[in-house]
């Protein structure tokens, strides 16, 4: 039982290259999150999906799209990167809204 | 006002020593509160839930929730300096239509020996 994983552990990107971050889970869970991490502002959630089909936005949306792929799988992709976008990037999910949500192993993207 | 404040610390305490974390959240609305421990460099794992006012008690951490003064705290008893991390606070509360969490910046603990 692997929980979340992330593909991807480090990414460098140039500024304009696009990129996916790919995120799986095997909990058979309903809700998948996104979210990025910056030094001293904790976790900001960037887009979500409560159920398979559908996605809405979180706090940080912009420069972003996702993909809900199927129950499993739940994509994060930066179309036109930017510096402002160097963080740590963090994939979860749960079995509902209400519920503990479990966090994968992250990705630390730095772009130039 | 932040929605979720913590202290960013430092938090320094001796090995054995109680550590006290804290942290206020701003929406009345808010509904269950959890605490997770981030070590360097890995993704936050979940440590304590709390729904209701009073004390929670697991192993060495107890939660401790006071919904009246919107401060929910935890305390790690007989601290260990494999607990030297940093401790992020959340706090679910509605917003357009989900359960949104909000994480406090985190206090980073460092239990000496």
């Known amino acids: 039982n692997a929980g979340v994983t992330q593909t991807q552990k480090f990414q460098v990107l140039k500024t304009g290259q696009s990129m996916t971050l790919q995120c799986a889970q095997d909990?058979?869970?309903?809700?998948m999150y996104w979210y990025r991490q910056d030094p001293g502002m904790g976790l900001r959630l960037i887009y979500y999906s409560a159920s398979e089909g559908t996605t809405d936005k979180g706090e940080v949306p912009n420069g972003y799209n996702v993909s809900r792929l199927n129950k499993r799988e739940f994509s994060l992709r930066l179309e036109s990167a930017a510096p402002s976008q160097t963080s740590v990037y963090f994939c979860a999910s749960s079995e509902g809204q209400t519920d503990t949500q479990y966090f994968g192993p992250g990705t630390r993207l730095t772009v130039l | 006002q932040k929605e979720v404040e913590q202290n960013s610390g430092p938090l320094s305490v001796p090995e054995g020593a109680i550590a006290s974390l804290n942290c206020t959240y701003s929406d009345r609305g808010s509904q269950s509160f959890f605490w997770y421990r981030q070590y360097s460099g890995k993704s936050p794992e979940l440590i304590m839930s709390i729904y209701s006012n009073g004390d929670k008690e697991d192993g060495r951490f107890t939660a401790q929730l006071n919904k009246a003064s919107q401060y929910v705290s935890l305390l790690i008893r007989d601290s260990q300096p494999s607990d030297s991390a940093t401790y992020l606070c959340?706090?679910?509360?509605?917003?357009?239509?989900?359960?949104?969490?909000?994480f406090g910046a985190g206090t980073r603990l460092a239990v000496h020996p």
């Open positions: 959340a706090v679910k509360a509605p917003s357009g239509g989900y359960n949104k969490l909000i």
């Open positions: 909990m058979n869970h309903n809700s």
